[in-house]
């Protein structure tokens, strides 16, 4: 099955800061990569979606100029959050397809600001 | 009403059981099912993916979907410890590939 290899893991960071998360599709070239957030206990809300050489389409509520999505290349999305706030604190994940409907997810990025 | 329902338990079983996981859902636009297992603090992995009404059978593992009913569900044989996680189930609308994801069903097998 296809891999998807997304880091960093965890990564804690100063409040006011951006991170970089990058998700690079190993196995083949995703033409669609998606970027969601999960609280604890809760069930993974879609922020926005990316195809490659084009700008991401964002989820109603999520600002695209603090969620900053680049997909460059088939094999390359990144998300970056810029100026980082405590409330910002929480797990990432990315995900790809191929377009037959199944969806490949990273292993997450648990983002603590403080 | 949200479009997939999925209680969010915890589910607490022994080890050996049989365990049954649903969801239900309202869009009779959804196509196609999957279940992922998640462990804590990591990224979905996908377990069962299927698009038609039915039984479809992996190992330990079968997912059932009851298009009529709108009504999906995975059953674990023999559970173990290691089956202890979070079951998401996600259905997509034919003719889209943007899933949509029930919350989580966190299930906890003891020994």
């Known amino acids: 099955g296809a891999v998807v290899s997304q880091h960093p893991s965890w990564v804690i960071c100063k409040s006011g800061t951006s991170v970089k998360i990058e998700c690079r599709s190993l196995?083949?070239?995703?033409?669609?990569m998606f970027w969601y957030r999960q609280f604890p206990k809760q069930s993974l809300m879609l922020m926005a979606t990316s195809n490659e050489g084009s700008k991401a389409t964002y989820e109603q509520g999520v600002e695209k100029d603090k969620f900053l999505i680049n997909h460059a290349s088939l094999t390359l999305s990144t998300l970056t959050v810029t100026s980082a706030h405590p409330e910002d604190s929480s797990f990432y994940i990315c995900?790809?397809?191929?377009?037959?409907?199944?969806?490949?997810f990273g292993q997450g990025t648990r983002l603590t600001v403080v | 009403q949200k479009e997939v329902e999925q209680d969010p338990g915890p589910l607490s079983v022994p080890e050996g059981a049989i365990v049954s996981l649903n969801c239900t859902y309202s869009?009779?636009?959804?196509?196609?099912f999957m279940w992922y297992r998640q462990y804590s603090r990591k990224g979905p992995e996908l377990l069962m993916y299927?698009?038609?009404?039915g039984n479809k059978e992996d190992g330990r593992f079968t997912a059932q979907v009851d298009k009529s009913s709108k009504y999906i569900s995975l059953f674990i044989r023999d559970s173990q410890p290691s089956d202890s996680a979070t079951y998401l189930c996600a259905m997509i609308e034919g003719g889209s590939y943007i899933p949509t994801f029930g919350r989580g069903t966190s299930l906890i097998v003891h020994p």
């Open positions: 196995d083949f070239q995703a033409t669609t």
């Open positions: 299927t698009y038609s009404s």
């Open positions: 995900s790809e397809t191929t377009g037959n409907t199944e969806a490949f």
């Open positions: 869009n009779s636009a959804f196509q196609y």
